[in-house]
């Protein structure tokens, strides 16, 4: 069962992942407006299937970054971004700076999917236990 919050903290957990939407919606805009190059960095960096790789790119953004902003299926939204942001900060992000504010948004991602966005509350397993047989337990 989710931990009602108040609704100061609910609006400041919905600002936040407005916010880090925000990163995903400007690189759909990036990807969208500039595929062709894109598609040019790929090759440039050695990938496979670089047209392909772009396209699967593109859909994981077009489906996860509208979801996170209005807050529908976040868990299966933050399940795309983070597979767009993994590969991203491996291959392409190149100074430490960078593969570091990769980590970070992947972190933020992490806490909007641990928030139960249906109820205004913390899930379980934000909340520091596990819920068994509809009964919540600690951790040990």
Same mark, same amino acid.
């Given at each position: 069962?989710?931990?009602?919050?108040?609704?100061?903290?609910?609006?400041?957990?919905?600002?936040?992942?407005?916010?880090?939407?925000?990163?995903?919606? $400007? /690189?759909?805009?990036?990807? #969208? @407006?500039?595929?062709?190059?894109?598609?040019?960095?790929?090759?440039?960096?050695?990938?496979?299937?670089?047209?392909? /790789?772009?396209?699967?790119? $593109? *859909?994981? *953004? =077009?489906?996860?970054?509208? #979801?996170? =902003?209005? +807050?529908?299926?976040?868990?299966?939204?933050?399940?795309? *971004? %983070?597979?767009?942001? !993994?590969? @991203?900060? %491996?291959?392409? /992000?190149? $100074?430490?700076?960078?593969?570091? &504010?990769?980590?970070?948004?992947?972190?933020? *991602? #992490?806490?909007?999917?641990?928030? &139960?966005?249906? @109820? +205004?509350?913390?899930?379980?397993?934000?909340?520091?236990?596990?819920? !068994?047989?509809?009964?919540?337990?600690?951790?040990?």
């Amino acid at each position: 069962m989710a931990m009602p919050i108040d609704p100061p903290q609910r609006n400041l957990m919905v600002a936040g992942r407005m916010l880090l939407s925000v990163h995903f919606l $400007t /690189e759909l805009y990036d990807k #969208l @407006t500039r595929f062709a190059y894109w598609v040019e960095v790929c090759e440039a960096s050695g990938q496979p299937y670089p047209v392909a /790789e772009m396209m699967l790119v $593109t *859909l994981l *953004l =077009l489906f996860g970054a509208p #979801l996170l =902003l209005v +807050g529908k299926h976040v868990p299966q939204a933050v399940t795309a *971004l %983070i597979i767009f942001q !993994v590969p @991203t900060t %491996i291959f392409f /992000e190149s $100074t430490l700076y960078e593969q570091f &504010d990769s980590v970070s948004v992947i972190g933020g *991602l #992490l806490l909007a999917a641990g928030s &139960d966005w249906a @109820t +205004g509350g913390e899930s379980n397993c934000v909340a520091g236990g596990m819920a !068994v047989g509809g009964v919540k337990k600690s951790k040990i």
